[in-house]
């Protein structure tokens, strides 16, 4: 996750994160990527079962019931197990996570255990009596799910009427004193959306924003050919920077972030150097200190049955079930093979990203898209947008060779070459 607005403008430091001697339970939630004992945030995906067929859906959910999801007793013996590892947020998602109905007794309970809950929804369930439920079992935080503007959102959620249901969602919450922002998986269908969504913070006194990439996992998989093109991820990105700064030069508080490919890390650092290279290596050390893709590390995956994923595009990849080990046990259980890498993987990884000057700062991307598109975890990750020349991958050596063994969609000359 990479903190867009801060980072842009200047609003985060080094020596904030310092203040607070970089760790994670004494700063505030903004700082915890810059930590230096990361735990995990953990999205514990709490029901498969949605009430929507969003296209890109990562757990291929659908309005069924699914048997053996973990009861409301094991579901507080895994709070418990977060809360005593020190796990310092709990994300309840899904599927739906509305359509549960132990729900608030279950973040309730979670919130007297001292974790952070925050909820992350498609938002047609909320009517003013669920938000002010939101609101009374104390989440911190509502994530509200729009891909698009009206029937654009629609097409991508699979059913008509879902944005307007969505919306009024957000503005009950919103109304009741609960922090919202807005979650938006930008793809092919839909990149001429972010605009409006853009708009949307403004005209609806929205405070935050995440612009997520495509994972290729569940039907964000099967439509992977949707994917953007380098040209058209690096127009998205100039046009999020842009309104980024463009919020903070009116005085509006807004939080802009983007998720799921840290190849923006340094496209932002790049353009700092350009622009404003002063603060450009004060912004490196910070994406230093946030480490890239934190898969396995800083974020992890519970799944409606126990599983633990590295991450929530995982699922296929099982490190443990928490109704047999504690989650803390199976997090630093690193006899695991998949775990032990991506604790450090630096020396594993293949391809441009082996080679890349820049590893420090996005420690391979998502592994999830390279295991996909090349059946090979350790892979380069297809969705990276650099050329090889600003990797730092010089024409005819030895890195050069390692690089072509694995072609990727990369943006050389001002073309895409697939």
Not at 237 to 264: M, P, S, W, Y
Request: include cysteine.
């Amino acid at each position: 996750m990479l903190g867009v607005s801060r980072l842009l403008n200047g609003t985060v430091r080094p020596e904030d994160a310092l203040r607070y001697g970089r760790r994670s339970g004494s700063g505030p939630a903004h700082l915890l990527h810059y930590s230096s004992d990361k735990k995990p945030v953990v999205v514990w995906n709490a029901t498969r079962r949605c009430n929507l067929s969003c296209m890109h859906c990562y757990s291929d959910s659908h309005d069924r019931e699914y048997p053996g999801e973990l009861t409301t007793e094991e579901g507080r013996r895994l709070l418990d197990d977060l809360a005593a590892f020190g796990a310092p947020t709990v994300i309840f998602s899904g599927g739906e996570p509305l359509v549960r109905p132990d729900l608030f007794e279950l973040a309730a309970y979670a919130g007297e255990l001292g974790l952070r809950c925050v909820l992350s929804t498609n938002g047609t369930l909320i009517t003013q009596e669920i938000a002010r439920r939101i609101k009374e079992a104390a989440f911190s935080y509502v994530g509200i799910s729009l891909d698009g503007i009206g029937a654009a959102h629609d097409k991508v959620r699979g059913r008509k009427g879902a944005y307007d249901e969505a919306l009024s969602g957000l503005r009950y919450c919103r109304d009741e004193g609960t922090r919202v922002g807005l979650r938006f998986t930008v793809h092919r269908q839909n990149f001429d959306q972010l605009p409006g969504i853009f708009d949307l913070l403004e005209t609806e006194d929205i405070p935050r924003c995440c612009v997520y990439h495509l994972a290729y996992a569940g039907r964000g998989d099967k439509i992977r050919a949707y994917d953007l093109e380098p040209r058209d991820t690096r127009a998205v990105l100039d046009h999020v920077f842009q309104r980024a700064r463009d919020f903070h030069e009116r005085g509006l508080e807004k939080d802009i972030l983007t998720v799921d490919n840290h190849t923006d890390g340094v496209y932002l650092y790049m353009k700092l150097r350009e622009e404003e290279p002063d603060r450009a290596e004060d912004v490196h050390q910070l994406l230093a200190w946030n480490g890239g893709n934190q898969s396995g590390i800083a974020i992890a995956s519970v799944d409606p049955l126990g599983d633990v994923h590295p991450d929530q595009f995982s699922w296929h990849y099982s490190l443990g079930n928490v109704r047999e080990r504690p989650f803390g046990e199976i997090w630093t259980d690193t006899s695991d093979p998949r775990m032990a890498v991506l604790k450090d993987r630096k020396g594993s990884l293949k391809g441009r990203c082996h080679s890349c000057r820049f590893l420090d700062i996005c420690n391979g991307n998502l592994r999830v898209r390279a295991e996909r598109y090349f059946d090979d975890f350790m892979a380069p990750d297809p969705a990276c947008y650099l050329t090889d020349d600003e990797i730092g991958i010089e024409p005819g050596t030895a890195e050069a060779e390692e690089a072509a063994r694995w072609p990727v969609p990369v943006q050389q000359n001002g073309h895409d070459q697939r």
